[in-house]
């Protein structure tokens, strides 16, 4: 203890220790809330059991357990990333999401775009014809879009309509509008696979929550067999938007880039 009090007495502590500190806790702050209740947790106790067992071992000393751990501590590693290789992604994408890194980045900045997305998403509702509508955000979809049949089309509710009819070919998978256009249609995404989502959504509302959860994408989703028009969102789904909430919601979402293109200095 003594030792501790004079180490720490001849170290003096300055602004950037402190921030140090601040930026490692908060790291780990992060981390814990996105894995806490999914299978990445158990991973977390299993590395921190680990850890903990190699430093005993060097304690006690138990030779042959602290060269086994030593030996065997790279493969366990790349053991992690092969199997919570979804995790890592989400858990990436979710520091990309945050207002710093997104600082640095432009936003969609397009009414037509939404006032066609809503009157679309409206009449399938009245017809009860199922849709799925994904709109693309910071973080790009190309995978997703590379799953489908390539449109490179103007966003209209006349052909968001067309291509979600039960009798066109298209009808079955998601619509991905990029850059003000309708990039693809038909696209597969993945569905989720946590156990809060209730039993009564369907594989549209499955995979809008997988989709959403991996990356900052806005989906909008009409359910065929009510006409209820919701919106999945960073992992969660709102349900029962009528036509006004709906633009309002869109609007809060997918248009951010009127104060970045105000203060992007003119050449």
């Known amino acids: 203890m003594d030792a501790l009090a004079s180490w720490i007495s001849r170290t003096p502590i300055t602004g950037w220790d402190v921030l140090d ?11 814990l809330k996105l894995i806490r209740g999914t299978r990445a947790m158990q991973m ?6 680990l850890v903990g067992l190699y430093f005993f071992s060097i304690a006690a000393p138990l030779q042959t357990v602290n060269w086994l751990i030593r030996n065997m501590i790279g493969y366990v590693v790349f053991a992690a990333i092969v199997l919570f290789q979804n995790d890592i992604r989400r858990a990436l994408a979710h520091f990309g999401r945050t207002p710093f890194v997104r600082a640095f980045s432009r936003a969609e900045n397009d ?3 939404i006032e066609e997305v809503v009157t ?3 009449q399938l509702a009245d ?7 994904v709109i693309e955000r910071q973080i ?3 995978n997703y879009i590379e799953s489908g049949i390539p449109l490179d089309a103007m966003v209209t509710h006349d052909l968001l309509v067309s291509v979600f009819q039960t009798s066109g070919p298209l009808h079955d998978g998601a619509v991905i509008i990029q850059e003000n256009k309708i990039a693809a249609a ?4 993945p569905l989720t696979v946590s156990a809060m989502v ?11 929550i997988g989709l959403t959860e991996e990356n900052d994408a806005v989906a909008v989703v009409v359910s065929e067999e009510t006409g209820r028009i919701s919106i999945a969102t960073e992992g969660q789904i709102s349900r029962g938007f009528t036509a006004e909430t709906l633009r309002a919601r869109l609007t809060q979402l997918v248009l951010q880039r009127k104060s970045a293109r105000r203060m992007r200095p003119r050449p």
């Open 21 to 31: 500190v601040l930026v490692v806790a908060l790291i780990i702050y992060e981390s």
């Open 44 to 49: 977390a106790f299993g590395s921190a059991l």
């Open 127 to 133: 017809r009860r014809t199922g849709a799925l509508i």
């Open 111 to 113: 009414d037509e775009t």
């Open 140 to 142: 790009g979809l190309r």
């Open 198 to 208: 209730g039993t009564d959504l369907g594989t549209r509302h499955r995979a809008a």
């Open 186 to 189: 038909s696209c597969f995404l």
């Open 120 to 122: 679309a998403a409206v």
